[in-house]
């Protein structure tokens, strides 16, 4: 009756009848008594829908290994006839619980324990795997079918089941030793899948997931003992038969399944291999186990041939040297910057190449504003130098050090004529003509310093500080030989200028500098210099700070002392205060913000000269005062002069960076210049007390296209007459 009732579910399920919904009857071990479970079929079909496709029934390989194997069902059968009591016992109560019509539909299932527990266990331990594997939980359960060839049923719901729960990619293996083809058992779920499924072993209705190194032989003796332990009388005496009928088969099998196994941890290895698996360096085999991958006493990344990245070794070459003018006269900065960072200093003496003095420097690792570009910035600060003597020096950082360069230090005494270069808006591209003929004027000795009026690289932070980077290298040739004197500009203000006051010392400010102080001055020659902040009108900066400041400071220049020793009083700034650019900035409008916070300040300190730039193109004004003319010459002036000279070369418009000045001249305006190409910088030289001159040089060919003689002999305050 047994067997003809096996025959009928496998026949329904080939031609792809399913039976009608009936009672699965679980035997499940609870506490040492055998208790049954009753779960209806459709609730478990709801289940199962969680793990796939609807149940469709489906030819499975299993299957049709386990009827061709007649010599394997002959031996179940005969192990089933030792208990066959017990099994028809079984069938009669079973076919008690159902009407006589129904018999032959709805047979009860008797399921193993350890496969229902697994399957609505997987739903938690696997759902969340990618490649949803079964692995080795088919195996057990295909095992489970072939040594228990009571349950039938079992058989034909649990190859259904494989065709849910998503195989290996590689084969499983029968009780038997040989590899069962899985290409019948997979689902539209598990195609594609390519990931190798975690072992997973039943022992005690439990279902336990590693992935191991043990021996294969020592797993299977393993499995067979939890099984013989766990699994009740029937299946121990199957297993058991097995093992008398043919001891020589089995361990044919069992070095079958020790060789792929074998095959399986290797490719599992070539897997996990390709995948770069994140092992700590502290893994070791004999604190945690072989239970993750097998200790060999070597670096497992270069033992397994994982590429290992290089380690960049230091590089502190000392980069972007510039020197500037500290707070004495006495004193010269010496800044750079470095990839790595490296102990700082400085060696110089008496030229030439004499080094017998050494300063440490400060450090500064510099971020903000220039997270791609050379984060170690370091000042050093030479002290005692003798006025008018020229320095040999040299950069050492780390164990490196640069060439060495030359200065002359700044002059304390009154009778000479220092002279300046003079620009603005200079780009780290645009910038190049002019920068050319700018490198060979610091190459003659004849100019004191430069003097930078805001606008630097376009721009110090742009691409993370690269083209910062980029601009400062490419003025090392002059600003490791001439003071780099400089004011901010607008395109310094991102970043809270901190990019421009990281990589410039100016005089009377803190290093690294904010832009709460953006401001300083100091004495050269016959002339008071004063720089300062226009961008403190737009910027949170404190315009009133730099009020006060610059009111303390041109009242200390207007005293009858230092009035007589520094006559000419010479400030400069970045947005002017007139223009004749019809571009909409600031200059143009008759509501300046810059003229309305300084023009009465200057003019009542009587500021002789103011230097601007922004606009993209020179230009000289008359002496002018509130919009209003106050001469068209420059002998005795009585207001300020103020000279544009933004023209350096900017890299804004594609390189041409001159900006038009197509509307009407200023009854104001003396010269103009803004034909593209055209660019150029500026020299300033105080002659004396009583003389100053100027003049715009074109930088293709070094012409100077406007000069000027400014002559005063009454510096006082304008309007004291």
Request: proline share 7%; with cysteine; hydrophobic share 30%.
């Amino acid at each position: 009756m047994r067997t003809e009732l096996v025959l009928l579910f496998i026949a329904s399920h080939l031609t792809g009848v399913l039976p009608t919904p009936v009672d699965l009857t679980n035997r499940t071990d609870v506490g040492g008594s055998v208790q049954d479970q009753h779960i209806d079929l459709d609730w478990l079909g709801t289940l199962l829908k969680g793990f796939g496709p609807v149940l469709v029934p489906q030819p499975t390989p299993l299957r049709e290994s386990l009827l061709a194997d007649d010599s394997q069902s002959e031996s179940r059968a005969d192990a089933d006839v030792g208990d066959e009591s017990q099994s028809e016992s079984r069938a009669d109560a079973d076919a008690g619980e159902l009407p006589e019509e129904e018999t032959h539909v709805r047979k009860p299932l008797s399921v193993d324990s350890d496969f229902l527990e697994a399957l609505l266990s997987s739903e938690d331990e696997h759902a969340t795997d990618e490649g949803w594997s079964s692995g080795p939980l088919s195996s057990d359960i295909r095992t489970r079918v072939e040594e228990e060839p009571s349950i039938g049923a079992t058989e034909n719901f649990a190859a259904e089941i494989e065709g849910l729960v998503a195989p290996s990619p590689i084969g499983t293996h029968a009780s038997g030793g040989e590899k069962v083809p899985q290409s019948g058992l997979q689902n539209s779920r598990t195609e594609n899948a390519k990931e190798l499924s975690s072992s997973t072993e039943s022992s005690g209705g439990k279902i336990q997931e590693s992935v191991t190194a043990t021996p294969p032989q020592d797993r299977q003796h393993s499995a067979d003992n939890s099984d013989l332990e766990n699994e009740g009388p029937e299946s121990s005496d199957s297993v058991d038969g097995n093992d008398e009928e043919d001891p020589a088969k089995g361990n044919a099998e069992e070095d079958k399944d020790t060789e792929s196994d074998n095959a399986i941890d290797e490719s599992a290895e070539q897997e996990l291999g390709t995948e770069s698996p994140v092992i700590p360096s502290w893994y070791n085999s004999e604190e945690y186990g072989d239970d993750l991958y097998p200790y060999t006493g070597e670096d497992p990344w270069e033992s397994w041939g994982w590429p290992v990245l290089p380690t960049e070794a230091p590089d502190t070459t000392p980069e972007q040297i510039h020197i500037s003018w500290g707070n004495h006269s006495s004193q010269m900065v010496v800044m750079w910057s470095t990839k790595s960072h490296g102990t700082g200093r400085v060696q110089y003496g008496i030229a030439p190449g004499k080094y017998s003095q050494e300063v440490a420097a400060e450090y500064s690792y510099f971020w903000y504003g220039n997270n791609e570009g050379l984060k170690h910035v370091y000042r050093a600060v030479l002290t005692d130098l003798l006025p008018n003597r020229t320095y040999s020096y040299k950069v050492l950082s780390g164990e490196e050090e640069s060439p060495g360069f030359q200065f002359t230090a700044k002059r304390d005494d009154l009778d000479w004529s220092p002279a300046l270069l003079v620009y603005g808006d200079m780009g780290r591209v645009g910038g190049a003509p002019s920068l050319a003929r700018l490198t060979r004027e610091a190459e003659t000795g004849t100019y004191a310093a430069v003097l930078h009026v805001g606008d630097f690289a376009y721009d110090l932070h742009t691409q993370g500080g690269k083209y910062g980077d980029d601009f400062m290298n490419r003025i090392q040739d002059i600003a490791t030989k001439l003071p780099y004197m400089t004011c901010p500009g607008n395109h310094e203000i991102e970043f809270d200028f901190n990019p421009y006051l990281t990589r410039f010392s100016m005089p009377q400010s803190p290093w690294p500098g904010n832009m709460d102080k953006m401001w300083y001055s100091f004495n050269l020659g016959r002339a008071h210099f004063i720089s300062y902040s226009s961008e403190v009108y737009f910027t949170s900066s404190p315009e009133e700070e730099q009020y006060r400041w610059l009111l303390q400071d041109l009242t200390e220049a207007n005293s009858a002392e230092n009035r007589t020793l520094h006559p000419w009083i010479i400030a400069f700034g970045h947005r002017p205060m007139y223009c004749s650019n019809v571009d909409g900035d600031d200059c143009t409008t008759a509501k300046s913000r810059v003229r309305a916070g300084l023009e009465d300040l200057f003019y009542q300190q009587g500021v002789d000269i103011i230097i601007e730039a922004h606009e993209h193109s020179y230009e000289r004004l008359w002496p002018v005062y509130n919009y209003t003319l106050v001469g068209t010459d420059y002998r005795d002036p009585r207001a300020p002069v103020h000279i544009i000279s933004g023209a350096a070369g900017c890299n804004e418009f594609d390189g041409v960076c001159i900006n038009p000045m197509m509307g009407p001249k200023g009854p104001w305006s003396a010269f103009r210049a803004w034909i593209p190409g055209m660019y150029g910088y500026g020299r300033l030289r105080v002659h004396n007390s009583t003389h100053v001159h100027w003049e715009q040089v074109l930088a293709v060919n070094g012409q100077v296209i406007d000069s000027a003689w400014i002559v005063q002999h009454h510096h006082r305050p304008f309007g004291d007459e």
